[in-house]
């Protein structure tokens, strides 16, 4: 009988080796030398005749032959295997008949009837009161998986074997009892302690996916914030920009003016200085117009400073603009500002009609200073060319003359440079 077993666990190694897909990766032959093992360490510690000992190892070994063949129902398919294999082995018809009773057994489902039912069904299921129940649960699961049966989350899984080990699985044998359920009971325990863990993570990630949606809602909010504040900032430096063009327009004609003022009119009363006249009239009036017009450019519109309640309510005045605002009291202005905050769109109103007004104040600045750049431009081109033609066609011109009121003109504004500077130090 012995070498009947031997036997049998050859022919299965070679049928899996041989037959079996590569997809399982749970009911394979290493499965089957589990259950053999599990089999025989109930046995060893069982009062079980010799017969009844060969009759469960055969049946170990056999009981997923089936699996060759097709899932579902598998048992008949190994019955049938088992048949023909110990028929070919001439085996005794009863005990063909009884390992067939103990595949029959192995069926999930149903409840072992017979004591050799019970060791085998506790021997198939062994796994569940053993250290490496996890394992080989992971196994099963990629089974699943593979042969395309059904694919289980994380969560799934852990649920499924959480009901399978609490409500589903019991041990029937004494031994199993005694020696498997504590395992048993701790695979379980680290189950629903793993699915706890994973409800955690999952109501986390519930919730992460929450803040991305309303940080998604949200974010044409900032877009808009953004849009305002960059708009706002890039008018108030284009504004800065303009007033600085027109400063420096200032300075410049000022200082022109100051140098004809102190030398070139001093030397009208001169006839032989009168070809000066026109080029130095032409120089000024470009510089004054120049100047006139950077004046205007910068030069600040002051509104009426007030408004009503009704303006408020009805949204039509701007509070952003001091302009609208300096001639009323505290309690007013506060108060407007609260009814402002009330309501977004007021708000956004308020920022759209300050945008599009900064944008009409820098429209006319540029207009006006395009305009200053181009007269003092031209008037300096007219003016350079009135002093060029005028020493040319005057007799009288004298250049070192000139030349040298211009030197002392110079000699003039240095010791002011200079204690303007000694001041600064």
């Known amino acids: 009988m012995a070498d009947i077993i031997t036997k049998t666990e050859n022919f299965v190694f070679n049928l899996f080796k041989e037959d079996l897909p590569n997809t399982f990766l749970y009911h394979n032959f290493t499965h089957t030398k589990r259950v053999l093992r599990s089999v025989n360490e109930i046995l060893d510690n069982s009062e079980v005749t010799a017969d009844d000992s060969k009759i469960l190892q055969l049946a170990a070994l056999l009981h997923d032959t089936g699996y060759i063949k097709k899932r579902e129902d598998h048992e008949e398919e190994s019955v049938k295997i088992a048949t023909k294999f110990l028929e070919e082995q001439q085996v005794d018809k009863s005990i063909i ?40 649960s992971e196994f099963l699961r990629k089974e699943l998986e593979l042969q395309e049966v059904k694919t289980y989350t994380t969560s799934e899984w852990l649920a499924e074997n959480i009901e399978v080990l609490s409500q589903k699985h019991q041990f029937y044998t004494d031994y199993a009892l005694r020696n498997w359920q504590q395992q048993k009971e701790i695979n379980l325990a680290e189950l629903i302690r793993s699915k706890r863990k994973e409800k955690k993570k999952h109501k986390k990630e519930q919730m992460k996916a929450q803040f991305k949606a309303k940080a998604k809602d949200a974010s044409p909010e900032r877009a808009i914030q953004s849009f305002y504040r960059t708009a706002l900032r890039n008018h108030i430096k284009l504004s800065d920009i303009a ?3 027109a400063n420096i327009l200032l300075s410049v004609n ?32 470009s510089s004054i ?46 108060w407007a500002i609260t009814e402002l905050l009330k309501d977004k769109n007021y708000v956004y109103s308020s920022l759209t009609k ?69 001041y600064y130090v």
Request: hydrophobic residues 45%.
């Open 97 to 136: 008949d009884a390992v067939n009773k103990c595949i029959m057994g192995t069926k999930f489902k149903d409840t072992p009837k017979t004591e050799l039912e019970r060791i085998i069904r506790d021997a198939d299921a062994s796994h569940f009161g053993k250290d490496y129940f996890n394992e080989a």
């Open 243 to 245: 007033d600085t063009k």
């Open 254 to 285: 000022a200082i022109i003016i100051s140098l004809m003022l102190s030398t070139l009119f001093s030397k009208f009363d001169n006839p032989a200085n009168q070809f000066l006249i026109v080029p130095t009239i032409i120089l000024m009036l």
């Open 289 to 334: 117009t120049s100047m006139i017009l950077s004046i205007i450019a910068t030069r600040p519109n002051i509104t009426s400073g007030e408004f009503t309640k009704d303006d408020v309510k009805n949204q039509k005045v701007n509070l952003t603009f001091f302009g609208n605002f300096h001639k009323m009291k505290l309690e007013d202005f506060e």
């Open 354 to 422: 300050d945008l599009y007004f900064l944008g009409k104040v820098l429209d006319r600045k540029y207009r006006i200073l395009r305009v200053t750049y181009t007269v003092f431009m031209v008037g300096m081109i007219i003016s350079v060319i009135a002093f060029a033609v005028s020493f040319k066609f005057s007799p009288n011109a004298n250049i070192d003359e000139v030349l040298k009121s211009g030197d002392q003109a110079i000699n003039i504004i240095e010791p002011q440079q200079r204690t303007s500077q000694n």
